[in-house]
Structure formats: structure tokens, C-alpha cells
Antibody
Framework: EVQLLESGGTLVRPGGSLRLSCAASGFNFGNYAMTWVRQAPGKGLEWVSDISATGTTIYYEDSVKGRFTISRDNSKNTLYLQMNSLTGDDTAVYYC??????????????WGQGTLVTVSS | EIVLTQSPATLSVSPGDGVTLSCRTSQSVGMNLAWYQRRPGQAPRLLIHGASIRAAGVPARFSGSGSGTEFALTVSSLQSEDFAVYYCQHYYDWPYTFGQGTTLEIK
């Protein structure tokens, strides 16, 4: 059974940093592209970042470019999102999701339950 | 950025009814469109990818259609567990974007 378990969400002050993790199991993690998606309170789903199976191809949504870094450790079956210079607009539930294929530009066939990041003073 | 517009925003229907949800994209995305179901307190669930391909384990009462800029999700004979929020999403290019969602509520 595919499982994605996010962790690391918490309350952080504006300007602060946070690293989210997503532990994957039930599939060959190193064969699939992975994604972070977020949902701010009262808002819709917003794609944040993509990383290919090998980690060589990475894309970011414009508002997080230069502040967030996606990475993965295929030996640990774990996806990460390093978030720096956080603002209130980053307050959201962050979901990791598995893509169908290894090279991105595909649908998200499994999602985690999400981890809440709150940016507030 | 490709904008996805879903309609209607809310649909009040009775169990057993059939419904069709619409998703329009601001430019062609070919067949690179997915539909997700979001029940309260749960993670999104993939229903349809490639515009019309049912994901594994999705009941046959869910069907997707369309291409280019006009897409639809049809649910025949609504069951109680189908009352949820439905999102469309393109994966034609970066950034991926989602529609704002259609809520199916019980009449």
C-alpha cells in the first residue's frame, strides 16, 4: 500500500525557516517524480514544486522561487521541502504527492494527509 | 500560467442523481488534465487522468471527457460518499494549476 507521511509543520515566525519531510513507502520511491502542493486556509490547491525521480529536474512556483528548495533522498525514501524567508502567505497545509511517472508533467496518483505550516508572530 | 475555471461552484443534488461538472482551461492542455475528489478531512484522491482514464479503484460511475480547453467529469447515480469537492488540474506545463473546485452537496 502506498503511503506518504508528511512531517515538520509547525508555527514559525515571519522570516523564519522550516524543513518539511515526506516519508514514502509501498512503492519504489526512486522511480517516481514527486511534488509538493499546498492549500492555504479558505483557498484552493496550489502547486509548489516538482522534482524528478533522479532529482535532476526541479521546478518551483514563482512565489516560492529563491526561498524554497525541494530535494529527495532516494536511499531514505524521503522527500523534503526547505522553506526560508517565510511570510504569512506561506501559511497552508502542505501535501506531498507522488506522480505517475519519473519525469514530472504527470497527474498525482497518491497524496499524503498534509502537514500544517503557520507563519505568524 | 494556465487558468482553470470550474463550473458550477456548488451543485445541490440528490443521491441517485447524475451530474456533470465542467472545467475550462485558458489555453489548450491537450489531454493533460486530471480530476481529484476531496472529502472533508481527507487528502485529495485522483479520479481521472489523461482527461478520461479512470484511476485504479475508481468506480465506473465516474467518467471524464474532453480535450483541448473543455473538460467534463460525469458522475452517474450519486452515492452518499460522492458528496465532496472536485478539482480539475492540468499538467501540460509548469506551473501546474488547479481549478477552484466544485462542491457537490446533498439537496
Amino acid at each position: 500500500e502506498v503511503q506518504l507521511l508528511e512531517s515538520g509543520g509547525t508555527l514559525v515566525r515571519p522570516g523564519g525557516s522550516l524543513r518539511l519531510s515526506c516519508a514514502a513507502s509501498g512503492f519504489n520511491f526512486g522511480n517516481y517524480a514527486m511534488t509538493w502542493v499546498r492549500q492555504a486556509p479558505g483557498k484552493g490547491l496550489e502547486w509548489v514544486s516538482d522534482i524528478s525521480a533522479t532529482g535532476t529536474t526541479i521546478y518551483y512556483e514563482d512565489s516560492v522561487k529563491g526561498r524554497f528548495t525541494i530535494s529527495r533522498d532516494n536511499s531514505k525514501n524521503t522527500l523534503y521541502l526547505q522553506m526560508n524567508s517565510l511570510t504569512g502567505d506561506d501559511t497552508a497545509v502542505y501535501y506531498c504527492a507522488k506522480q505517475f511517472g519519473g519525469v514530472s508533467l504527470d497527474a498525482f496518483d497518491y497524496w499524503g494527509q498534509g502537514t500544517l505550516v503557520t507563519v505568524s508572530s | 500560467e494556465i487558468v482553470l475555471t470550474q463550473s458550477p461552484a456548488t451543485l445541490s443534488v440528490s443521491p441517485g442523481d447524475g451530474v456533470t461538472l465542467s472545467c475550462r482551461t485558458s489555453q489548450s492542455v491537450g489531454m493533460n488534465l486530471a480530476w481529484y475528489q476531496r472529502r472533508p478531512g481527507q487528502a485529495p484522491r485522483l479520479l481521472i487522468h489523461g482527461a478520461s482514464i479512470r484511476a485504479a479503484g475508481v468506480p465506473a460511475r465516474f467518467s471524464g471527457s474532453g480535450s483541448g480547453t473543455e473538460f467534463a467529469l460525469t458522475v452517474s447515480s450519486l452515492q452518499s460518499e460522492d458528496f465532496a469537492v472536485y478539482y480539475c488540474q492540468h499538467y501540460y506545463d509548469w506551473p501546474y494549476t488547479f481549478g477552484q473546485g466544485t462542491t457537490l452537496e446533498i439537496k
